[in-house]
Nanobody
Framework: QVQLVESGGGLVQPGGSLRLSCAAS????????MGWYLQAPGKERELVAR???????NYSDSVKGRFTISRDNAKNTVYLQMNSLKPEDTAVYYC??????????????WGQGTQVTVSS
């Protein structure tokens, strides 16, 4: 199993920046991919950004050019740098890890969620 601990959310004005952090309880070398999802009440979680163990990244169209996902392998931590924030970015952000199981299986681990509010 892997545990994920998130931090860095808060209240920011439009155009401002935040950096979310997600610390994993095991080496991220052993995790297939890590990413960030957002969720509004009553809706499904949606992918924001993802990074694989070999460094490939992908982003939702709405955040391309504004958000950057990165990792620090020595700290077992993944970051989401959020720039040029917009009110529509307001949501709870969840860290996700896709952890390999036995015989090619995979399971999801989730952080506790951190609130990001963009408002003037």
């Amino acid at each position: 199993q892997v545990q994920l601990v998130e931090s860095g959310g808060g209240l920011v004005q439009p155009g401002g920046s935040l950096r979310l952090s997600c610390a994993a309880s095991r080496s991220i070398f052993s995790i297939n991919a890590m990413g960030w999802y957002l969720q509004a009440p009553g809706k499904e979680r949606e992918l924001v950004a993802r990074i694989t163990s070999d460094g490939r990244t992908n982003y939702s169209d709405s955040v391309k050019g504004r958000f950057t996902i990165s990792r620090d392998n020595a700290k077992n931590t993944v970051y989401l740098q959020m720039n040029s924030l917009k009110p529509e970015d307001t949501a709870v952000y969840y860290c996700n890890a896709k952890v390999p199981g036995t015989y090619g299986s995979e399971f999801n681990a989730w952080g506790q969620g951190t609130q990001v509010t963009v408002s003037s």
